[in-house]
């Protein structure tokens, strides 16, 4: 059979869905497009910025002249933390329940102008341990049982404001993508004894078409099953549940095959790559999950250049997601390109 050039499904087995794949349609060579946008400037501090230290957010909060990373607690927050539980259901077809959490933004540098791709090494070692903390602080937590840590970075993505931040959500049930991965999960340890990831990740190091970049504790990869052109999963070698079991050692490899990853991300089309990244890891309510293997998942839109944006509609909404390019030639743009950001030396805030 060949796969690169008839139209198929592939499995995602962390959920049980699939994406349709139609190579047949991108015979046509590689049309990935350096634009000539010029480089957006951004000053190191920006005086109307809400997350800069020192500014006034909604609220009148004032941001601390904080040096690294800064935690606060969202001002206009999706869940919050008080109020009493209820339930509605009429006929089990209008049925609604309350749903406690608390929200959080996460500063990844004071600096205005940099992101992850730019920031050194040191400072995104910040940033995993600032994202250690506050799993380990929310998780712990009696009343929640998910800490949903992520990034939407670029307007693409609807992020609002160009400083280096994420988010934290942490919730009092585990949302719908993380259940659907803690029962593919579940069910496979059940079967194998071990983990599907740590199983998934032995066969992709093996065939070596699908890796990015990896070090000695973390590999990043686009999964076989990639929906988004550029999707990519970033997997622990060692099968951890979440956060709080990784050594330092291991954070600090975190740090940097992220920045790895982002780096080449940026010197795909030169531009600082929108997208949205975040985390799945084990609940936090107590229980058994020793068949969960955490990662980190990053979704991209952007398509064949700086312009030209993926978006999942049509057949896609109602049926399956479909890419053309396939997964293997994405994984393959994505090494070709330099890991040495391509701004380097001209910002001065990139370490490699
Ligand atoms: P985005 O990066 O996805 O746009 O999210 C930024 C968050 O910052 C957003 O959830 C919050 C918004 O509610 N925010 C504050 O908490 N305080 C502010 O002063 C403005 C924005
Ligand atoms: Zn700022």
Known sequence: MQWEERPHKRLNPLINEWVLVSPHRLKRPWQGKVEDLPEETRPAHDPT???????????????PAYEETFVFDNDFAALLPEGEDGEFNQDDLLVARTERGICRVICFSPRHDL???????????????????????????????????????????????????GQIWATQTV??????????????????????????????LAAGERLVCRNA?????????????????????????????????????????????????????????????????????GGNYSHWHMHAHFYPPLLRSATVQKFMVGFEMLGWPQRDITPETAAAR???????????GKTGGVSK
């Open 175 to 204: 949302p719908t993508e993380a259940e659907k991965e803690d029962r593919a999960q579940r069910e496979w340890y059940k079967k194998n004894s071990s983990t599907m990831l740590g199983d998934y990740l032995e066969r992709e």
């Open 334 to 344: 994505l090494r070709e390109v330099s890991g040495i950001h391509y701004s380097a």
């Open 217 to 285: 504790h973390w590999v990043a990869l686009v999964p076989f099953w990639a929906k988004w052109p550029f999707e990519t999963i970033v997997i622990p070698a060692r099968p951890v549940a979440d956060m709080n079991q990784l050594s330092s050692e291991e954070r600090g490899a975190l740090a940097d095959v992220l920045q790895q990853l982002t780096i080449r991300y940026d010197n795909l089309f030169r531009i600082s790559f929108p997208y949205s990244m975040g985390f799945h890891q084990a609940p936090t309510d």
């Open 49 to 63: 910025c809400y997350l800069c230290p020192g500014n006034v957010r909604a609220g009148g909060h004032v941001n």
């Open 115 to 165: 992101t992850l791709a730019r920031m050194d090494l040191e400072a995104v070692e910040g940033v995993v341990d600032a994202w250690t903390e506050q799993f380990a602080e929310l998780g712990a937590r009696p009343e929640i049982r998910y800490v949903q840590i992520f990034e939407n970075r670029g307007a693409l993505m609807g992020c609002s404001n160009p400083h280096p931040h």
